[in-house]
């Protein structure tokens, strides 16, 4: 599929293919299951603050219809591109279907940097594809949310956008919006939250006492720092922090209430009082009990996984560890791994309670959706964790098997159109 050539759409078509050898999927219905049933590239002219108009391009990648509407995030990062994005909407999909959410997964971007942005560049550029993929979206066809460069903000916009054209307000149409206008409580701090409990969960099956374990976490955005403080709420030291900048560290523990301040002033970890400064590089193989990359696809590579000092690795972002990278660590049963789509899996179990919400116009309190995301958590921990015990394979071979199964199951009831 040359149109999705990118290292991440092959690394996406490998786990799928080593699922599909080991669940004997005849070769016939191999591609119906792996390839996006849509992919959209739109050009995205604006206005910048300087009077000239720039040309934007804008993605997104619907991969299944088989279980309901598509669902998933919208990226803003200079690395966007149409086989990036594929390969996050291939991801979703086995996510939706291990949590048993109603959905195919999808996922969007625009190549751009945010930072480099003011706020109403990002508002022009967040509506123009709004208007853009106006046609392909809808609170029964596609719902996007927040992930990578873009937040609650962004979403506002989305929704003011979509329901401008409606006639009438469809909070549905996105997730992670702010609570203040349809969005629920509990989503923002989700799916760091989510990581949170399921490393507890791995703590308890390694036997690893949390107030004797250390944690670095790779990236301090949404996810990387709800993470931090989540694992700190249950006792766990954080000894190194990191984000595009580069990162921080403190073998005793960085004060994280402290941090959080330092980066509201100065928008980086860098530069934190009272820790040492530490690369990204350096950052991934710094000894500690839970590694929680929380930041960019491909970081745990064959050049470094040999060198990770680490009993549990919670993959918090999408993809980081690289096929190659994970038959090095397949080597190391010492490090129990809680793969990608079980370990973010917080971020649209939430963003399906808001979608619920929003349907039916009755809103949750954060007790109600923080006991529900527990129990799917749970549930699918336990799953994926008895697979991989009962068949003696790796923790993320089996959670793709449980999500790629129920996607496989759902084309076959439904047969094949004509
Ligand atoms: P974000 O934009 O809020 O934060 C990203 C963080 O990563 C920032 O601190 C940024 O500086 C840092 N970063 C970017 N490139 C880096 C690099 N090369 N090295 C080190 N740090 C780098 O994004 P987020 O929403 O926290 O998403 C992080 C990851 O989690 C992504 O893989 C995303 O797909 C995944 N994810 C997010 C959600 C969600 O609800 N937001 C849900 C599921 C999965």
């Known amino acids: 599929m040359k149109i999705y050539?990118?290292?991440?759409?092959?690394?996406?078509?490998?786990?799928?293919?080593?699922?599909?050898?080991?669940?004997?999927?005849?070769?016939?219905?191999?591609?119906?299951?792996?390839?996006?049933?849509?992919?959209?590239?739109?050009?995205?002219?604006?206005?910048?603050?300087?009077?000239r108009t720039e040309v934007f391009f804008g993605y997104r990648v619907q991969h299944h219809l088989a279980l309901g509407p598509t669902k998933g995030g919208l990226r803003y990062h200079p690395d966007v591109n149409l086989g990036e994005v594929a390969a996050l909407a291939m991801w979703m999909s086995w996510k939706c279907a291990l949590t048993g959410l109603p959905y195919g997964g999808a996922k969007g971007g625009i190549t751009c940097d945010p930072r480099s942005l003011s706020m109403t560049e990002l508002e022009r550029?967040?509506?123009?594809?709004?208007?853009?993929?106006?046609?392909?979206?809808?609170?029964?066809?596609?719902?996007?949310?927040?992930?990578?460069?873009?937040?609650?903000?962004?979403?506002?916009?989305?929704?003011?956008?979509?329901?401008?054209?409606?006639?009438?307000?469809v909070s549905s149409i996105v997730t992670g919006k702010p609570v203040g206008i349809g969005g629920s409580v509990g989503r923002r701090e989700a799916t760091g939250r989510g990581v949170g409990y399921l490393v507890n969960r791995a703590?308890?099956?390694?036997?690893?006492?949390?107030?004797?374990?250390?944690?670095?976490?790779?990236?301090?955005?949404?996810?990387?720092?709800?993470?931090?403080?989540?694992?700190?709420?249950?006792?766990?030291?954080?000894?190194?922090?990191?984000?595009?900048?580069?990162?921080?560290?403190?073998?005793?523990?960085?004060?994280?209430?402290?941090l959080d301040r330092h980066v509201a002033e100065n928008r980086t970890v860098v530069g934190f009082p009272g820790a040492e400064p530490i690369s990204n590089e350096d950052l991934l193989v710094t000894e500690c009990d839970i590694l929680v990359p929380a930041a960019m696809e491909r970081q745990i590579t064959a050049n470094n996984a040999r060198k990770i000092k680490c009993r549990i690795l919670a993959e918090a972002a999408n993809g980081p560890t690289t096929p190659e990278a994970d038959k090095i660590l397949t080597e190391r049963p010492e490090i129990f791994i809680i793969p990608d789509i079980l370990c973010n899996s917080g971020g649209v179990i939430v963003s399906y309670f808001e979608w619920v919400q929003d349907l039916q116009s009755f809103f949750w309190t954060e007790t109600e959706v923080v006991d529900k995301l527990f129990r799917i958590l749970e549930t699918s921990f336990g799953q994926v964790l008895a697979l991989s015990r009962k068949q003696k394979i790796p923790m993320r071979l089996a959670a793709l098997i449980l999500g790629v199964r129920r996607v496989q199951e759902a084309k076959k009831l439904r047969g094949l159109f004509p």
């Open 5 to 51: 050539d990118h290292p991440t759409f092959d690394m996406a078509c490998q786990q799928f293919d080593e699922v599909a050898d080991y669940l004997q999927i005849p070769v016939s219905e191999r591609d119906r299951i792996k390839y996006p049933k849509r992919a959209m590239t739109v050009a995205l002219p604006i206005h910048r603050d300087d009077g």
């Open 203 to 258: 703590m308890d099956t390694v036997k690893l006492d949390a107030a004797k374990a250390t944690a670095v976490v790779q990236g301090y955005g949404n996810v990387g720092s709800i993470a931090a403080l989540s694992l700190a709420k249950n006792g766990v030291k954080i000894i190194a922090i990191s984000d595009v900048n580069g990162g921080v560290y403190n073998r005793n523990g960085l004060d994280l209430w402290a």
């Open 125 to 169: 550029l967040t509506r123009r594809y709004t208007q853009e993929m106006i046609p392909f979206i809808g609170p029964q066809v596609d719902v996007m949310a927040p992930d990578v460069g873009t937040n609650e903000q962004t979403m506002a916009w989305m929704m003011d956008t979509y329901s401008v054209h409606v006639g009438s307000t």
